[in-house]
């Protein structure tokens, strides 16, 4: 199995909180992984880190062997490692065909270049050809404000896939959609991801998707991860019940414990 990121020693404080420590993990191709943790436990700075948004205060970061530490997104992009956001990052007021004709054009180029047009014809055959694996070409000539959440997250994630990624990081795929349409969404990303054949690492606070989606997962409480293994596993164990997923509730310490 190939490995495709790797992460050694990897922290990050703010002042004197610290938002990640010791971040040490192997991700290999092909893998759906899940982070969970409560809040402020550090997933989305690690995310932050390895996509090129936030500088780690120390260690290192591999993707497909080459250290890529103090790359920022858009060269990340560029060599295959990009992301979608909790709060989808769209122009609201321009056509959703726009919005992914832009992110190409941007994507392309080192600076966005005001002259150039932004609608070419490849531009477009690409943007249509994901607009239809995510099931949302029926709003290609609407404003993002007309999509509906689900729609619009989708779009950012369409946006992540356009550049033909190795791996993609989602975070929090699923925030702020409705229940009804968690699953759809979630089906629709996953079989888009299975026919490119991505790497797949997604944040997500609802332990449904992450028992259905992935296959292992990165728990962490605290800026450390305290378990990474298989779903099972690690939905199981006593530490995450406690710290995470509040299925359990910690034991208050007795008289005789030290
Ligand atoms: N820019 C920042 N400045 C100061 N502290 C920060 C900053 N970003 C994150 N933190 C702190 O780092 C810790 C980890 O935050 P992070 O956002 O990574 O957690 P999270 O697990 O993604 O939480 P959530 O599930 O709420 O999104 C928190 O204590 C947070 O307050």
């Known amino acids: 199995m190939t490995e495709i990121l790797k992460t050694e020693g990897l922290s990050r404080y703010f002042g004197a909180v610290t938002a990640a420590e010791d971040i040490n993990i192997t991700i290999t191709e092909g893998e759906i992984v899940g982070v969970i943790g409560s809040n402020g436990a550090g997933k989305t700075t690690f995310i932050n880190m390895v996509t090129g948004y936030l500088p780690p205060s120390s260690g290192t970061i591999a993707f497909g062997g080459a250290p890529i530490k103090?790359?920022?997104?858009?060269?990340?992009?560029?060599?295959?490692?990009t992301r979608s956001f909790q709060i989808p990052q769209l122009f609201l007021e321009l056509p959703v065909i726009d919005n992914l004709a832009i992110a190409l054009a941007s994507a392309?180029?080192?600076?966005?270049?005001?002259?150039?047009?932004?609608?070419?014809?490849?531009?477009?055959?690409?943007a249509d050809n994901i607009l239809e694996q995510m099931n949302i070409s029926q709003y290609r000539d609407e404003m993002?404000?007309?999509?509906?959440?689900?729609?619009?997250?989708?779009?950012?994630?369409?946006?992540?896939?356009?550049?033909?990624?190795?791996?993609?990081?989602?975070?929090?795929?699923?925030?702020?959609?409705?229940?009804?349409?968690?699953?759809?969404?979630?089906?629709?990303?996953m079989e888009a991801v299975k026919?490119?054949?991505?790497?797949?690492?997604?944040?997500?606070?609802?332990?449904?998707?992450?028992?259905?989606?992935?296959?292992?997962?990165?728990?962490?409480?605290?800026?450390?991860?305290?378990?990474?293994?298989?779903?099972?596993?690690?939905l199981a164990d006593k530490q995450v019940q406690e710290l995470v997923t509040g299925k359990r509730k910690k034991q208050p310490e007795t008289e005789g414990d030290a």
């Open 70 to 81: 103090g790359l920022g997104p858009r060269k990340l992009m560029r060599k295959g490692l």
């Open 108 to 126: 392309e180029h080192n600076q966005f270049q005001m002259l150039r047009p932004v609608r070419t014809p490849r531009r477009l055959a690409a």
């Open 144 to 189: 993002v404000t007309a999509m509906p959440q689900g729609a619009r997250k989708l779009l950012d994630i369409a946006i992540a896939m356009l550049g033909n990624p190795k791996m993609l990081l989602l975070d929090e795929p699923t925030s702020g959609v409705s229940m009804e349409e968690k699953y759809t969404l979630m089906d629709t990303v």
């Open 195 to 234: 026919r490119r054949g991505l790497t797949v690492l997604f944040v997500e606070h609802d332990m449904e998707i992450v028992q259905r989606y992935v296959t292992r997962v990165l728990a962490f409480a605290s800026g450390v991860v305290i378990k990474d293994g298989p779903v099972d596993e690690v």
